[in-house]
């Protein structure tokens, strides 16, 4: 005897590592603060906007400025993408954020530790890392260069996009948490990296990248060009001279789009901006561009800066128009410059934005690198630890140029990776993210309608004008807000759960998921072991998973078994049943009486011979007349002691079997039961089974079967024949041979809901049961048809008429039989016995 699979899958194990269920959607695992977005998104679903703002809160500080600039990869990455539009994630977190403004502020540090730590940088990377720090109860001290804290988000975003008073009620949460803040500090002048470390039991180096690239074109350094972060930065403080009637942006990231309409609100009439590619492939925010088009930015795609005209002064620009080639090493096309194209504009200022470096002159003499031949400063990718004992760092002094968001992220990673070298401890496995990651998680959309997408309001041009400093974004109503947050699909797998009523019994969590069963079989399986045996074992959860995980129970039946804790009182009847089957009192093997011969067997199985016996006469005398040398064999597989955890009965009883085959010779088995066929394919891979389902189409329906009557079924498909889509087109193609019709259900073939007796879970859970009958027949519009004795069984005792497909061909009052309840069970042994001695007189 065989067995297809020498090593059994241990699906408990396979679900804790395989499963997908508990991966971040797809929203989370693109925020580098890896903000649960779903779980925020569901509370403002359900009207708790405190609990949201709290989810915001947990890893997010500063929601107010987040909610305003972030350039939101969650949005980039929403399921809704494939539908319609992304949920403005940004815009409830500003949402949340204004409803509750001092809520970010109700924090506390952590217990005192005695080590000190020093942040060089107040912007997004040192605000975080100080913020975190103090979490941790570390005393820190934040070192800023400027007169105030904030770094790029208050030198360069202009306020019309992130007001001033949410940008420092954001910030002093730092000071707000006892952190040291030493202003108008500048590393390199009033304090250097030698003392810092000397006093400091580790630093972290935040400064940024604040020194803009220059235009290495003729006329570059021309009066009236002014790189886009010191024009920004003059802008924001107030001391900006006159930029003339014609501006001429440089650029496609935000910092151009920032400097073009901040150009136009400092009274410009025309703002020209330049940039080499297709507008598709521009960094900056696509929502910020149209904000720019509609203020009047007139955008050149395709186009390159040549050369800058002017007597000492600059008067005018000379550009080429571009072509894309080939990729750079990024993934964008390079442009390549298209000869004869040149043509002139004429400008009073330019506004080069083509990049940013950090400043590394503020480090002074010592270091273990040319300060004057790098852009970024080197540091592990993981821990953030530079080359000096001691110094770690992050944000765009190690990066370049990036987002807050993930400037913010890099300082909650650096934060983390100084408290574990502080502490002497191991770095946690599951570390804060740097950027946006991918996530495996697998969602279904089929059947999502199209939602459009909440419009939020803003000032028009002419209060934009009046007002150059007011938020242009207004921040969305409570109606629109609650409108926007509907639209969240919720993104989860979740497809064990929505397919299978047991697991909905016991699987309570969200994202719910069969990780939750299996942790559950874990603590309690052996000592509540009706959970395990209240599975039907059915394998659909197997069928919709995406990555083919399920069936957990089983184990810890077997586990139970093994402890002599089960099968459960309630399952002796079920044991009787496959003990008395395979008896002499019940059982029988023959060759064909007409030819003493058995080149293969028909095995009816168990259930079939009880309920419909006259069915079995019928259908081994066609086999017979068809197929001579077909002998029969009246016996039980084994499959519900298998099912029931007895895996050793089952191998005894299909043993048997396998020898009663050996006596007669057959090669071949015949069955009728999709149990009965999965049993005989697993652990008697050498015989070849074939169902009569379809044996039958090869050898045509018996003769004389009377013309259908106009009908159409709705199939039942057996757990047995899942994953046998042979099974389901033979029985498909019988039925029309048949002259009926199918109309299928939204369940069906392999992904078929178990009738309700599967699994033995009837014996021990009958209400679990019956709620899986109920959703399957839920599904039903028609009469039934299936081609399992006990699904017939189940589906008819519920009071639905259903028949076994063999009842068409071979019952001639099918008609009057499908509304029959089955027969009681002592019916079903009288029949079984009077069945052999029926076969063993012919």
């Not at 058995?598 to 005398?621: D, E, I, Q």
Request: proline content about 9%; glycine content about 10%.
């Amino acid at each position: 005897m065989g067995q297809s699979d020498n090593s059994p899958v241990n699906w408990s194990d396979k679900i804790l590592i395989e499963c997908i269920g508990e991966a971040p959607p797809p929203c989370q695992a693109a925020c580098p603060l890896n903000i649960r977005v779903r779980e925020k998104l569901r509370f403002m679903q359900q009207g708790n906007l405190a609990e949201a703002l709290a989810v915001v809160l947990e890893r997010c500080p500063f929601p107010g400025i987040l909610g305003r600039i972030c350039t939101h990869p969650c949005e980039g990455a929403c399921t809704r993408n494939s539908l319609d539009q992304p949920i403005a994630v940004a815009g409830l977190k500003r949402y949340l954020a204004d409803l509750a403004p001092d809520a970010v502020l109700n924090v506390a540090p952590g217990p005192d530790r005695p080590q000190r730590v020093a942040v060089v940088g107040g912007g997004p990377a040192g605000l975080m890392a100080a913020f975190e720090l103090r979490r941790f109860g570390y005393p820190v001290t934040l070192f800023e260069a400027q007169p105030f804290l904030g770094g790029a988000l208050r030198l360069y975003i202009p306020p019309y996009r992130l007001p001033r008073e949410v940008l420092e009620r954001e910030v002093s949460i730092v000071s707000q948490l006892g952190a040291e803040v030493r202003l108008r500090t500048r590393l390199g002048r009033d304090v250097h990296l030698e003392d810092l470390r000397r006093d400091f039991a580790a630093v972290f180096l935040a400064l940024g990248a604040h020194k803009g690239l220059s235009l290495q074109i003729p006329g570059g350094n021309l009066n009236g060009v002014r790189n886009g972060l010191s024009f920004l930065k003059a802008i924001n403080e107030g001391t900006l001279p006159p930029v003339g009637r014609r501006v001429a942006v440089i650029g496609g990231g935000n910092v151009a789009v920032d400097a073009a309409r901040a150009a136009w609100r400092a009274g410009a009439g025309e703002v020209h901006l330049l940039y080499r590619r297709t507008a598709d492939l521009m960094p900056a925010l696509a929502s910020e561009v149209e904000e720019a088009r509609r203020e009047g930015v007139q955008f050149h795609f395709l186009t390159l800066p040549v050369r800058l005209l002017g007597d000492g002064r600059v008067q005018g620009l000379v550009a080429q128009k571009t072509g894309l080639g080939e990729p750079d090493a990024g993934g964008r096309s390079c442009p390549m410059p298209v000869p004869g194209s040149e043509f002139t504009l004429k400008v009073d200022s330019v506004i080069p934005a083509v990049g940013q470096t950090a400043d590394f002159s503020f480090f002074g003499p010592g270091l273990a690198f040319d300060t004057a031949t790098i852009f970024r400063l080197e540091a592990d990718p993981v821990t953030l630890a530079t080359q000096i004992p001691g110094v770690f760092a992050g944000g765009d002094l190690v990066t370049g140029p990036r987002s807050a968001v993930q400037a913010f992220a890099a300082g909650r990673r650096a934060a983390l990776a100084i408290h574990c070298s502080l502490q002497g401890e191991p770095r946690p496995r599951e570390l804060p993210p740097l950027t946006s990651r991918n996530t495996n998680l697998i969602v279904d959309t089929t059947g999502v309608a199209p939602l459009p997408r909440q419009p939020m309001p803003d000032l028009s041009l002419a209060a934009r004008t009046a007002q150059p400093d007011a938020e242009v974004k207004l921040g969305f109503t409570p109606a629109a807000a609650r409108a926007e947050a509907a639209r969240c699909l919720a993104c989860a797998c979740s497809q064990c759960v929505k397919n299978c009523t047991f697991l909905q019994h016991y699987v309570h969590q969200f994202p719910y998921t069969a990780k939750e069963l299996v942790r559950l079989l874990q603590e309690r399986g052996t000592t509540d072991p009706l959970i395990p045996y209240s599975c039907h074992y059915c394998g659909l959860c197997q069928a919709v998973c995406p990555k083919g995980l399920g069936r957990p129970c089983l184990s810890t039946r077997e586990a139970l078994v093994a402890r002599g804790q089960g099968p459960l009182p309630p399952h002796q009847g079920i044991r009787n049943y496959v003990k008395w089957g395979a008896s002499p009192t019940f059982a029988l093997s023959r060759p064909d009486p007409a030819t003493g011969k058995a080149a293969r067997v028909f095995f009816p199985g168990c259930s079939l011979a009880g309920h419909a016996t006259a069915v079995v006469k019928a259908a081994y005398a066609h086999l017979r007349r068809r197929l001579p040398d077909t002998g029969i064999m009246l016996n039980c597989c084994g499959a519900p002691s298998y099912f029931m955890g007895e895996k050793d009965v089952m191998l005894r009883v299909i043993r048997k079997v396998a020898g009663e085959m050996a006596k007669l010779g057959a090669q071949e088995v015949i069955v009728a039961c999709p149990h009965c066929y999965q049993t005989f394919q697993e652990f008697l891979p050498e015989v070849n089974t074939r169902s009569i389902y379809e044996v039958l189409g090869e050898v045509g329906l018996p003769d004389g079967v009377p013309a259908a009557p106009p009908w159409t079924f709705n199939i039942q498909d057996p757990c047995g024949a899942r994953q046998a889509p042979h099974i389901h087109d033979a029985v498909r193609r019988l039925i029309a041979d048949l002259g009926f019709t199918v109309e299928e259900m939204a369940h069906h073939r392999e992904r078929s809901i178990c009738c309700g007796s599967g699994g033995m879970a009837p014996a021990v859970a009958p209400e679990l049961a019956k709620r899986m009958t109920d959703f399957r027949l839920s599904e039903a519009t028609r009469d039934l048809v299936t081609y399992c004795a006990s699904c017939r069984a189940r589906l008819a005792k519920a009071g639905r008429p259903t028949l076994h497909v063999l009842d068409l061909p071979f019952n001639p009052a099918w008609q009057q039989t499908k509304t029959q309840p089955p027969p009681h069970s002592l019916i079903r042994w009288w029949r079984r016995w009077r069945l052999k001695k029926h076969f063993g007189r012919i």
